[in-house]
């Protein structure tokens, strides 16, 4: 009995240890394949990690590109504010006119069908680097909130832009809604050269150039110059803008007159505001109240001796029924007198087509002219001859009339919005800021 029991034991212990062996290998199996399955799955995820940052990266940069490209089409209407009324597929009408004459469209300058040709292509956001990403525009489309005017303001524009990185196919597309204003001047480079027909000849403006006239084209006009505003060079433009409306001659004693003995006799040098002048009140655009001398004459004939000065500081305006012819000089010299202004001296035309201001080039005239129906020249201008400040007319009268056929600067564009009592009509439209920013899907 000991002995049977004893063995029993024995083999019991026997029987234990090599079942002990027998369950380690399949322990040790299924912790490596655990191990492996926690290793793949931790990898997989690290994987589908790695190309979630990617995609996101991706999609972030493209929509970094693509708000890049929405800025620059922004910046592009600001500067063409007459398209922001148009559906991108009108801005490639380079001639375009209006109903209300020969006016030009929105899309008269060879930049805004330039622009539009391309603007659905692939652009590089930075035409040195394409690394950095391409933009197109996908649309613009302008509603105006009275549809019987499809192309006034106010109104709402819907621009939609994709941005993409030339080495990867996310694209992302914006699309946003702009509120277009009715026009003010803020933004609008004030012209020192405004025809409503023809062109200058050989004569060169040193300042912007605006033109109602669609049959002239834009190399005709001669400009030299770098606006100090802008930094951007002087330059022609087509304009939708009207000139300003005359304002209603004076009547009454707040009209002067020339003295009695102007340009007779030995008084050939005449002298404005003259002794005795009433000054009238009036507002200038910025809401400064001046004192005006204001003078109506049928025809102005200084004689070849005479001269006809304003006092520099002085503010004088002269109502012109009729014309002036060359002869003697009008002298207004601002330089070295600081509460001097072009616009201190202004000349308003009121005669009909064909009426004509002719100077001399003897000197530069501080001077502001809005003569709508008139054809203006200076002739014999000289190196220093002209007119510094602005000059709003018909047309220029290039060799024929005035004989303004010099080669030389007859305009400088000296003038401000500000300090005149004048506004053009017709004011391009304003973008106001983004209304809504939605983003979308786009495919490659």
Known sequence: MKVLKRGYAVGRHLIGKNGDRGYAMPIAIGFGLAIMMVSAALLLRSQNDDVTANQQEATGSSLNVAESGLARI???????????????????????????????????????????????????????????????????????NDATRPNSAPGIGTLQVEGRLTNRSSINSL??????????????????????????GGNTVQGNVLTNDCSVPLSAFSTTGVDPNTSEPYRAYYTTMQMPALPTMPTGNSLNSLPNNAFTGNNNDVVLPHPG????TKTLNNGQTVQ?????????????NGSLTITPGTRVTIYLAGNISRGGDIIH????????????????????TGSTICLNGNN???????APRYAVGVAGAGGSGGIRGAVWVNNWSNSGGCG???????????????????????????????????????QP
Do not use: H
């Open 74 to 144: 922004q910046s592009f209407i600001n500067n063409n504010r007459s398209v922001s009324t148009y559906n991108l597929s009108a801005w490639s009408n380079s001639r375009a006119t209006v109903s209300t004459g020969n006016l030009c469209g929105p899309t008269s300058t060879t930049d805004i069908a330039a622009f539009a040709a391309g603007a659905r292509n692939w652009q590089n956001v930075d035409p040195a680097s394409p690394s950095k990403g391409q933009f197109r525009v996908v649309d613009y489309t302008y509603q105006a």
């Open 175 to 200: 699309r946003v809604t702009i509120p277009v204003q009715s026009g003010d001047m803020s933004g609008v480079p004030i012209p020192g050269l405004w025809l409503n027909s023809g062109q200058t």
């Open 277 to 280: 002048a009433q000054a009238t």
């Open 292 to 304: 005006v001398y204001e003078y109506g004459i049928n025809n102005l004939n200084i004689p070849q």
């Open 333 to 352: 010299n601002c330089t070295g007198v600081p509460t001097c202004r072009p616009t201190n001296f202004q000349i308003y035309g009121y005669g009909g």
């Open 364 to 370: 530069y005239i501080d001077m502001f002219v809005l």
């Open 404 to 442: 303004s056929n010099t080669s030389n600067i007859t305009v400088l564009q000296t003038a401000d919005w500000d300090l005149m009592s004048v506004m053009p009509q017709n004011l391009p439209p304003r973008f106001s800021p983004i209304q809504t920013w939605q983003r979308q899907d786009a």
